[in-house]
């Protein structure tokens, strides 16, 4: 065989192999969807896409952090809404207590839904989110608050307040200490409660009325408290649309480098399927021509 048949041969079979890889490629983006999936696809295209990824997975780890603290900051709120019920009941009856009507058995029976109610609160203190105290500070893993010995109640968690990451130099807060709400600086609810149940069973009238401006207090004290935890779920509501929009900026990124253009694939593959037959037929026919000269 000459010199130039086999360079004939090569430059044929080196046609041939281009258009079915060419074909292949396109075989391959049209059923994943994707233009790169291999560095050596686009190198630039790719290296973009790793570094959008990463920025996307961080991203949703922060939206995580915010959900995870919504479902906190919603259940205190709740738990604060219930909260400030009791204490209008428990102040309802604080003033029939008082009233020179009521005898001071009738005190006594308020006493007993006074207890109840008081009780109540303290199952409140102790909501738990997914087995975790909310209320306890850092100290989720106990119940906040226990009622020691008659009605004293104690508070067992501590003064940390809780935080989550939502950027890379920013946190959050998303939940007060039990000690700020329930044992604040204006009153200790508790203790006010405590001393309340005294007044009513002793028929102390004074300590009656001490009791009902105490009762203000607390009302005062967790609407105060309501004020905060909603301006923390508004923060994280506003913080958790921001990341949102940027998951969809970051994930059309990815999508423009990395998705293929299946009309355009499709095209490229009907054309690569013409050029390998061409190729085929031609090579087939030189080699049929080339192999009876050599027979001649």
Do not use: C
């Amino acid at each position: 065989m000459r010199v130039a048949d086999q360079q004939i041969y090569s430059n044929l079979l080196g046609n041939l192999q281009r258009a079915r890889l060419q074909s292949l490629n396109a075989q391959e983006q049209i059923s994943s969807q994707r233009r790169v999936s291999h560095p050596s696809d686009d190198p630039s295209a790719f290296g973009q896409i790793v570094l959008d990824k990463s920025a996307l997975s961080q991203t949703t780890q922060w939206i995580r952090n915010i959900d995870f603290g919504r479902a906190r900051v919603d259940a205190a709120d709740q738990a604060l809404g219930q909260v400030q019920n009791l204490i209008t009941r428990i102040r309802e009856l604080t003033i029939q207590a008082g009233s020179d009507t009521t005898s001071p058995e009738g005190r006594e029976t308020i006493a007993k839904e006074v207890r109840q109610l008081q009780r109540q609160l303290v199952q409140l203190g102790n909501t738990e989110v997914a087995g975790q105290a909310i209320f306890g500070g850092t100290e989720t893993d106990v119940s906040p608050f226990v009622i020691t010995s008659g009605d004293t109640v104690a508070y067992q968690g501590n003064a940390e307040t809780q935080s989550i990451a939502v950027s890379p130099n920013q946190t959050v807060q998303i939940l007060l200490p039990g000690s700020s709400i329930f044992t604040g600086s204006a009153t200790n609810i508790f203790n006010s409660l405590r001393d309340l149940l005294t007044a009513l069973e002793s028929n102390d009238r004074n300590g009656i009325q001490d009791g009902l401006g105490n009762l203000d207090l607390a009302t005062a004290q967790i609407s105060e408290t309501q004020g905060t935890v909603g301006a923390l779920a508004n923060r994280l509501q506003v913080t958790r649309d921001a990341l949102d929009t940027a998951t969809l900026t970051i994930s059309k990124a990815i999508s423009d480098n990395q998705d293929a253009d299946l009309a355009a694939a499709i095209s490229r593959l009907r054309l690569q399927e013409v050029a390998v037959n061409a190729a085929s037929q031609t090579f087939a026919r030189i080699f049929d021509t080339s192999l009876l000269n050599y027979l001649r």
